[in-house]
């Protein structure tokens, strides 16, 4: 089959056979290509899309980058239950077999060195939300009129107390749980505090981290994160996972595209 090679994830050889009905980006099912001590997991993908200037234009459109998204992490997924993969960057694309090795033989210290860290381990995601915004709330009975302008200033300094009493209440929960859960991992990362707008997630999000945990760990992991929930009112503690390890794969994981 003709087309540019579009490139999933390096790992190290592994013997189990991926899903017999598992398909990647554009439907074709992908294929382990090996080099030395490292495979390239990669599918073929059509030049009309994925070269150069025509990927850079679907770049601007979101329900096709929506797509090829959720196909690249399908397989990623499939792959982390058979191996520990190191996922590369979306998009990651090259004209032929031989561009993919040559990536790879150009890279082989890093990602062996990377592949060794991340072996045997997973990524925990844990988010932690301000569930309700006391200045944005909207009462079921409305607040009785102000019989005064200082009254109405009054009321106004009271909900901006509840509200700035409750963030300090979250960020100091967030904290500590922060502090917590590294203790019981190998490696954690802080990422920005995630857009309501983009991630669609009611509340304010006061804490959104990843954490790279043993495998053989990660029931124990969960449940301490369990252990949590119901441990501060008006504060939302979200987990996912497990993934493969995205927050610690470096930056000589992200790939190079090239065609």
């Not at 062996?112 to 301000?130: P, S």
């Not at 963030?167 to 502090?179: D, G, I, K, M, N």
Request: contains cysteine.
């Amino acid at each position: 089959m003709t087309g540019l090679r579009y490139v999933y994830a390096v790992c190290r050889p592994f013997g189990t056979p991926l899903q017999s009905q598992l398909t990647g980006v554009g439907g074709d099912p992908p294929r382990l290509l090996p080099h030395g001590d490292l495979v390239a997991v990669v599918s073929h993908v059509p030049e009309a899309d994925f070269a150069e200037e025509p990927l850079r234009a679907h770049l601007e459109d979101l329900d096709w980058l929506t797509g090829v998204a959720r196909a690249h992490q399908g397989v990623i997924d499939a792959l982390t239950t058979v191996t520990t993969p190191l996922p590369l960057r979306l998009g990651t694309v090259f004209r032929d077999d031989s561009g993919v090795r040559t990536m790879l033989e150009g890279q082989k210290e890093s990602f062996l060195r990377t592949l060794d860290r991340l072996e045997g381990r997973v990524e925990w995601g844990v988010k932690v939300f301000i569930e309700a915004d006391p200045a944005q709330e909207t009462p079921a009975t409305p607040s009785p009129k102000p019989a005064s302008g200082r009254d109405y200033l009054r009321q106004r300094r009271m909900r901006t107390k509840s509200q700035d009493d409750l963030w300090q209440q979250a960020e100091t929960f967030a904290t500590r749980l922060h502090e917590t859960l590294s203790g019981s991992a190998d490696d954690a990362r802080l990422h920005a505090p995630q857009n309501p707008t983009l991630s669609g997630a009611s509340g304010r999000n006061v804490l959104n981290a990843a954490y790279l945990v043993p495998r053989v760990k990660s029931e124990e992991f969960v449940e301490r994160v369990d252990r949590t929930k119901d441990g501060a009112p008006g504060i939302r503690v979200e987990l996912t996972g497990p993934w493969a390890a995205y927050s610690f794969a470096g930056e000589e994981a992200a790939g190079k595209e090239g065609t």
